[in-house]
């Protein structure tokens, strides 16, 4: 799979999108997107807390017509999680417009934590 070219511009700033959940999500924004602006994606984190009782299922999606999944994990084990990306690099670029969501089962007995760095470009 291949990106086109990005280049950050300088009044395109860098950001950390940060949310932690004790309950199920079903199609939750994590970032909010303006018309004439797409969000890149640089990095995901995803960290399940210790205390979880379950693995937790984890989804993040652009919220387009058909929902376009950036990333899919079908269990987090408690205690552990995943990272992607090394926050510099695009790994997911979403279309103008296009919401940050997020889809997590219920962390019983816990939560989950997902952070998004990414930055907002003209569409």
Known sequence: MSFPAVRLALNEAVERFAAKYT????????KSVSAG???VVT?????CDNGCTVDVQVVLEF???TD????EHPGVAPGSG???GDGGSPIAIGD???????????PTSGYVCIHVT????EA
């Open 96 to 106: 103008d417009g296009e919401d940050l969501l997020v889809t997590v089962s219920a």
């Open 118 to 121: 990414g930055y907002l470009t």
């Open 37 to 39: 602006k797409r969000l």
């Open 82 to 84: 995943f990272v992607i």
């Open 68 to 71: 376009i999944k950036i990333v």
């Open 23 to 30: 309950l199920a999500q079903t199609d939750t924004v994590l």
């Open 43 to 47: 990095e995901i984190d995803v960290f």
């Open 63 to 65: 919220d387009a017509a």
